[in-house]
């Protein structure tokens, strides 16, 4: 059972998608496309450990933080407290969160580019700002996590990818960069849904999150509006490689352009904490389809 919490302090399912889209990217696209690369495979796992440890203590500081909302909000979900005492899962974190920076350091030294180990310390220190602070902040908290969530995609590229591959390999990178684009709408939104269903808890503790300073009716549409940019995005990726991936189109309109459409019909009309959360796990679905483009890229070309 105590396993079983911290795997669930951890969001152990976020991180496999973290390592799945990594892998996906390098040892999928990246390869088929017959894109140079710098990082050696103990580089990448290394680079990888980093990343997925960061986050992992990005997770169990939320939690710790948000002890008293999740009281409110999911009482049946709660593990700080439940499961692990305060002090431990601040031992959880601390030692969580210095492997995963150590790490980060340690692969910007190896591949000769120091300066590359302020990332980690900027995302570790962004996270426990955010839980501390900044999540309680209207929209800045949601841009931070959606911001951090893009930076999982696009690390890989700023370290395993070779100087002459930025000029060369327009098409990678466009799809890089569109699929980066997504994954921060999608994670934008989701926060702005989450907050939308955690209102009560939030309230109770007087936070001034974005549906309790414009209100939910607002904040809804404010989250239609912008489920409307990746639409746009997605459809134009489309329309220019439907020629010559036939595949990956027919993919991209049937498993994210009409999940996505139908969330931004749905969203205005969504009143219950039950409909939020239906919502909030079908845009986790829609995002795990969103990096599966790496792999069916690879596949149909």
Same mark, same amino acid.
Not at 63 to 84: G, Q, R, S
Not at 90 to 104: A, E, R
Not at 117 to 135: E, G, N, P, R
Not at 287 to 299: A, K, P, Q, T
């Given at each position: 059972?105590?396993?079983?919490?911290?795997?669930?302090?951890?969001?152990?399912?976020?991180?496999?998608?973290?390592?799945?889209?990594?892998?996906?990217?390098?040892?999928?696209?990246?390869?088929?496309?017959?894109?140079?690369?710098?990082?050696?495979? @103990?580089?990448?796992?290394?680079?990888?450990?980093?990343?997925?440890?960061?986050?992992?203590?990005?997770?169990?500081?939320?939690?710790?933080?948000?002890?008293?909302?999740?009281?409110?909000?999911?009482?049946?979900?709660?593990?700080?407290?439940?499961?692990?005492?305060?002090?431990?899962?601040?031992?959880?974190? @601390?030692?969580?969160?210095?492997?995963?920076?150590?790490?980060?350091?340690?692969?910007?030294?190896?591949?000769?580019?120091?300066?590359?180990?302020?990332?980690?310390?900027?995302?570790?220190?962004?996270?426990?700002?955010?839980?501390?602070?900044?999540?309680?902040?209207?929209?800045?908290?949601?841009?931070?996590?959606?911001?951090?969530?893009?930076?999982?995609?696009?690390?890989?590229?700023?370290?395993?990818?070779?100087?002459? @591959?930025?000029?060369?390999?327009?098409?990678?990178?466009?799809?890089?960069?569109?699929?980066?684009?997504?994954?921060?709408?999608?994670?934008?939104?989701?926060?702005?849904?989450?907050?939308?269903?955690?209102?009560?808890?939030?309230?109770?503790?007087?936070?001034?999150?974005? =549906?309790?300073?414009?209100?939910?009716?607002?904040?809804?549409?404010?989250?239609?509006?912008?489920?409307?940019?990746?639409?746009?995005?997605?459809?134009? @990726?489309?329309?220019?490689?439907?020629?010559?991936?036939?595949?990956?189109?027919?993919?991209?309109?049937?498993?994210?352009?009409? =999940?996505?459409?139908?969330?931004?019909?749905?969203?205005?009309?969504?009143?219950?904490?039950?409909?939020?959360?239906?919502?909030?796990?079908?845009?986790?679905?829609?995002?795990?389809?969103?990096?599966?483009?790496?792999?069916?890229?690879?596949?149909?070309?």
């Amino acid at each position: 059972m105590q396993l079983s919490a911290f795997l669930n302090l951890i969001r152990w399912k976020n991180l496999l998608l973290i390592l799945y889209t990594q892998l996906a990217i390098k040892y999928s696209f990246l390869t088929t496309f017959s894109t140079e690369t710098n990082l050696t495979s @103990f580089q990448f796992i290394t680079l990888v450990l980093a990343v997925i440890c960061i986050t992992a203590a990005g997770y169990i500081i939320n939690d710790i933080y948000d002890v008293e909302a999740d009281i409110i909000n999911k009482p049946k979900k709660l593990i700080i407290t439940k499961y692990f005492p305060v002090e431990t899962a601040k031992k959880l974190y @601390f030692y969580t969160n210095t492997i995963g920076v150590s790490l980060g350091v340690l692969i910007s030294l190896n591949i000769q580019k120091p300066s590359l180990s302020f990332i980690f310390i900027v995302a570790a220190l962004l996270l426990y700002y955010y839980s501390k602070k900044l999540k309680s902040l209207p929209l800045i908290g949601n841009f931070v996590v959606a911001s951090l969530v893009t930076l999982n995609i696009l690390i890989l590229i700023i370290f395993d990818l070779t100087n002459s @591959f930025f000029s060369n390999n327009y098409f990678v990178i466009t799809t890089i960069l569109i699929v980066s684009f997504f994954a921060f709408c999608i994670n934008l939104i989701r926060e702005i849904i989450k907050d939308i269903e955690d209102i009560n808890g939030d309230y109770a503790l007087h936070m001034n999150t974005l =549906p309790i300073l414009l209100g939910r009716k607002r904040t809804k549409y404010i989250a239609t509006i912008l489920s409307v940019f990746p639409l746009i995005i997605l459809a134009l @990726f489309v329309a220019f490689y439907s020629e010559e991936f036939r595949a990956t189109s027919a993919y991209t309109v049937i498993f994210i352009i009409l =999940p996505l459409l139908y969330i931004t019909l749905k969203l205005p009309k969504t009143s219950t904490k039950k409909g939020f959360h239906k919502l909030s796990n079908i845009l986790k679905i829609v995002m795990f389809f969103g990096v599966n483009i790496f792999i069916v890229l690879s596949i149909s070309k």
